[in-house]
């Protein structure tokens, strides 16, 4: 990736942390860090009284990812370069920065320790005009930045890294009715069912608005896009995850919804996940329309004419300040999750979290996470924009999950004593309370039997699944499945929903009896095991779950050998989680709000920098929804960018 991060966490780290319930919170802080060492900046006197904090080098605390570290990086030019510079396909985390060393009366201030004051910058070596700035090149900014382009105006696109060392990790893409779905045979989606689900699930906090343009327009925005990326690309590296769907499947699961719609860019010889690289043909595209970006430009602060925005001023690799006037300035700089500071500051549930495990909720140091440095979202409070209310939940946050098997699903989940303790098909890819609270070392044990395929044909299309429509990994499970191997070494399985080659153990018995010595049950646990076993199968049989209320399409019965179990013990602290979705308040034209909810003249939002998409936990009814929310958010911030310029 061309860093020289201290610490480097990535996505498989986390979903095997979560997977297994091993990841603890300490253990996160310790690895969240994504950038090189920046040493904290040394607080003066606090001023708690007044509601302000002490003097602290906030520019000290701004990301130098793929900022000029590796001078010996290189753009990629062909699949096969970027294949060769990904190596084993680990997508990481990057963009991220180290604490300032703020001291605990600091915090929960109305001006936070780590916003300060709005830095003024003299130097500015020289300045540029242009109709539209956007400010990041990830999904939401290089989405904006095409569409406006396209619409006639003179458009900017900056990003804080180089151009030879831009990397992202997004990969998951869920966006409902795309062409590359229907031309398939995947039934049309009712977008409004899909709405509503959103909404249903946020409880009503998230911004309606944006919640119904993600449901009922990602489909048109990925279609648009796909225009923009070379055929051969989208012919070889776009997977569209469940086109074929799961033949069992009703739609609903436990009365919650979820529908095929997600795109992987994938190779297939490698598995990597080819998007960052093929995000560069977007890039392309916009440079072709006319476009101009700005390589290594770090958003430092945004230039007001009264409370209208005008612009911004950024800092080069080389330390050089520039400013570029603008008409509209769109900031999609991402989310805070890389900046210790303001996760602890912002992040409620994961500082409550951290605390109900007795850690200490004043450390940065207590919770960790990835994403980005929240520099976006200071520039856009220090221009009167405010943050979205709480609860403020991590991407995934929290997880202390059971176990699941290399291919996805949700199984048959037996504790520590050897009992069934929870409807298994209840969980979703978010926080899970129930298990956050379990103590460290308890054995989860997932089980199934020879039918584990027709199992996951009832499932449905969130993260709980095997993507069936991925025939070339299908058909490596399926072998490596056949080929079981039975005792306490265990067997590889393909992992299935990561990226690079990657396997999982799985173990195998001839009897219940064997299976429960290998997964670690001995004596009473034993003896519950084998009885609980028989319970659920009765269970089956009647056709509802008296016991834990398993929706009725997956009460399958473990009978038929060989029998498989996945298994691990708890680590005590839950995860800290992925990126964070809480973020800056906007209207439903992708505006920011001052505190009196009224929007700043010139400043739009988009991606990560937008609040209001969750509410109250990111959830997926199809997997890979921030990505998909994050890329429609551009291209409709683009639009009432556009209609303002017009106006």
């Not at 995850?241 to 095929?260: A, H, I, L, T, V």
């Not at 009264?306 to 690799?317: E, I, K, Y």
Request: proline share 3%; net charge negative; hydrophobic share 35%.
């Amino acid at each position: 990736m061309g860093t020289t991060s201290k610490h480097s966490w990535s996505r498989r780290d986390f979903l095997k942390g979560a997977a297994a319930g091993t990841m603890s919170v300490a253990a996160l802080g310790a690895l969240g860090g994504c950038s090189p060492q920046q040493s904290a900046s040394t607080a003066s006197a606090a001023a708690a009284d007044s509601g302000e904090a002490g003097t602290y080098d906030v520019m000290q605390e701004l990301s130098t990812f793929n900022r000029g570290q590796n001078a010996s990086a290189k753009a990629p030019t062909t699949p096969e370069e970027y294949i060769a510079l990904k190596g084993d396909g680990v997508l990481s985390a990057g963009g991220g920065c180290e604490q300032l060393g703020i001291k605990p009366a600091d915090f929960m201030l109305n001006k936070p320790a780590w916003l300060g004051d709005a830095p003024v910058v003299s130097d500015i070596a020289d300045t540029e005009d242009c109709d539209v700035l956007v400010i990041g090149a990830g999904n939401a900014g290089t989405v904006a930045a095409l569409r406006c382009q396209e619409e006639g105006a003179n458009v900017f696109l900056a990003d804080m890294q180089t151009y030879d060392e831009y990397d992202e990790y997004a990969c998951d893409m869920a966006c409902y009715n795309s062409k590359l779905f229907l031309d398939k045979g995947t039934p049309e989606i009712d977008t409004t069912e899909v709405f509503n689900e959103y909404m249903r699930l946020s409880r009503g906090h998230a911004h309606q608005k944006i919640v119904r343009d993600y449901a009922m327009r990602s489909g048109e925005m990925l279609d648009w896009m796909v225009g923009h990326i070379p055929a051969e690309y989208v012919e070889k590296y776009a997977k569209t995850s469940n086109y074929k769907g799961n033949d069992n499947f009703n739609g609903e699961c436990c009365g919650q919804r979820s529908w095929p719609a997600m795109t992987q860019w994938r190779d297939e010889e490698s598995n990597i996940n080819m998007w960052p690289f093929v995000i560069r043909s977007v890039h392309a595209a916009f440079e072709e329309a006319g476009g101009t970006i700005k390589w290594g430009y770090q958003g430092v602060v945004l230039v007001q004419d009264g409370d209208a925005v005008t612009g911004a001023v950024f800092q080069d690799v080389d330390g050089a300040y520039h400013q570029i006037n603008a008409k509209a300035v769109v900031v999609a700089a991402g989310d805070f999750g890389g900046n210790p500071d303001m996760r602890l500051d912002l992040s409620d549930q994961m500082r409550n979290l951290a605390w109900s495990y007795g850690n200490d909720r004043t450390d940065a140091t207590s919770i960790g996470g990835m994403g980005r440095d929240g520099s976006g979202i200071r520039m856009c409070m220090w221009a009167g924009g405010t943050m979205e209310g709480g609860p403020r939940a991590g991407q995934a946050a929290g997880i202390n999950g059971v176990p699941g098997f290399a291919f996805g699903g949700a199984w048959p989940c037996f504790g520590n004593d050897g009992k069934r303790f929870m409807n298994e098909t209840m969980v979703k890819h978010g926080s899970n309370g129930y298990l956050d609270m379990l103590p460290e070392g308890q054995l989860l044990v997932n089980v199934t039997d020879a039918n584990w395929e027709e199992y996951l044909s009832h499932q449905g299309y969130g993260h709980e699944t095997m993507d069936r429509s991925s025939d070339y990994m299908v058909e490596e499970v399926r072998e490596n499945m056949a080929n079981y191997k039975t005792g306490k070494d265990g067997f590889d399985v393909r992992a299935f929903s990561r990226f690079g080659k990657e396997y999982s153990t799985v173990y195998a018995a001839d009897t219940l009896e064997e299976l429960a010595e290998i997964v670690g049950y001995t004596g009473e646990a034993k003896t519950n095991f084998l009885a609980e076993v028989e319970r659920y199968n009765e269970l089956c049989a009647k056709g509802h779950d008296d016991d834990w209320g398993c929706d009725p399409q997956n009460l399958l019965p473990i009978k038929d050998a060989p029998f498989f179990a996945s298994f691990g013990t708890t680590g005590g602290n839950p995860s800290g989680g992925l990126c964070q979705h809480a973020a800056i308040c906007t209207d439903g034209r992708y505006q920011v709000l001052t505190g009196e909810k009224q929007p700043i003249a010139g400043l739009y939002a988009a991606g990560n920098t937008c609040g209001q998409r969750y509410g109250i936990q990111y959830a997926t009814p199809t997997a890979g929804n921030s990505c998909g929310s994050a890329l429609t958010s551009g291209y409709c911030a683009a639009e009432s960018v556009i209609e303002d310029l017009k106006a």
